[in-house]
């Protein structure tokens, strides 16, 4: 089992900025990839980026340009850096970690959620 505690959500405004980590113990090394997924009320949960254990990426079309996600390994915490946030990033982002390569994500476990809301 692998545990996940996310943190650094909040409330923002339009085109501000905000910091999610999220922090990995238990079984580790039986994966190899995490992600943030964001689910908004009424929509389908969305994976918005991945990162695998040699550091290559992908992130859904909506958010290029604006988020980064990274991962220090040492300290087995993953970070999604959200930048020029709009009212439609608007959700609760959902740390996982699974297995992956550069162009797939097959999540695994699952963290508890963190509520990001951009509003004015």
């Known amino acids: 089992q692998v545990q996940l505690v996310e943190s650094g959500g909040g409330l923002v405004q339009p085109g501000g900025s905000l910091r999610l980590s999220c922090a990995a113990s238990g079984s580790i090394f039986s994966i190899n990839a995490m992600a943030w997924y964001r689910q908004a009320p009424g929509k389908q949960r969305e994976l918005v980026a991945h990162i695998t254990s040699s550091g290559a990426t992908s992130y859904v079309d909506s958010v290029k340009g604006r988020f980064t996600i990274t991962r220090d390994n040492a300290k087995n915490t993953v970070y999604l850096q959200m930048n020029s946030l709009k009212p439609e990033d608007t959700a609760v982002y959902l740390c996982?970690?699974?297995?992956?390569?550069?162009?797939?994500?097959?999540?695994?476990?699952w963290g508890q959620g963190t509520q990001v809301t951009v509003s004015s």
């Open positions: 996982n970690a699974g297995s992956g390569g550069t162009y797939y994500f097959t999540p695994k476990y």
